[in-house]
T-cell receptor, first 114, second 114 residues
């Protein structure tokens, strides 16, 4: 079946440091890939997405490139801020049998310190 | 425009009771999905509805049921509540189906079973 594997957290960085959160996936066909962010006590917010190989999703300084050859969708940001502290989820859309089922990774907690 | 709205936001139930959670999708969205997020884990797919038809069901017991109404809003029902049903229940909507659809989440309903 489909699956998403993320690096375990927590990831602790100093403000202005470079961020990478690794995400790899297993899927049949050609899934769309997403990064969602969850702030404490809140629901999920879409951060960025990519729908085909070599697409780059970007938003709020975050970027991720859909790499079909390595089945990866790593999240990067050049300079993190304290306000980026949250849990980040990598996910793919599973269209097996139709529908919009999202398969999520376990999440990576990011803590940014001054 | 309003996003995905869910009610109630927090509730406490006793083991064995029944709960109904409600969701209103973004205006114009015809697909609604439900996810369960246990503390510290990624969301798990429960159901997806499109045009009032069930399009997908996750690995949850028959105590979980859902439906979608003509106005595309949805209800998730859970019978015979167990302590393990304590979680954040997330509703998500999208315009339709297909890998290019973006899926948006509500803030969730926090269910505590005591």
């Amino acid at each position: 079946g489909n699956s998403v594997t993320q690096m375990e957290g927590p990831v602790t960085l100093s403000e202005e440091a470079f961020l990478t959160i690794n995400c790899t996936y297993t899927a049949t066909g050609y899934p769309s890939l997403f990064w969602y962010v969850q702030y404490p006590g809140e629901g999920l917010q879409l951060l960025l997405k990519a729908t085909k190989a070599d697409d780059k999703g970007s938003n709020k300084g975050f970027e991720a490139t859909y790499r079909k050859e390595t089945t990866s969708f790593h999240l990067e940001k050049g300079s993190v801020q304290v306000s980026d502290s949250a849990v980040y989820f990598c996910a793919l859309v599973d269209l097996t049998g139709g529908g919009n089922k999202l398969t999520f990774g376990t999440g990576t907690q990011l803590k940014v310190e001054l | 425009d309003a996003g995905v709205t869910q009610s109630p936001t927090h509730l406490i139930k006793t083991r064995g009771q029944h709960v109904t959670l409600r969701c209103s999708p973004i205006s114009g969205h015809k697909s609604v999905s439900w996810y369960q997020q246990v503390l510290g884990q990624g969301p798990q797919f429960i159901f997806q509805y499109y045009e009032k038809e069930e399009r997908g069901r996750g690995n949850f017991p028959d105590r979980f049921s859902a439906r979608q109404f003509p106005n595309y809003s949805s209800e998730l029902n859970v019978n015979a509540l167990l302590l393990g049903d304590s979680a954040l229940y997330l509703c998500a909507s999208s315009p339709g189906e297909g890998r290019r659809n973006t899926i948006y989440f509500g803030e969730g309903s926090w269910l505590t079973v005591v």
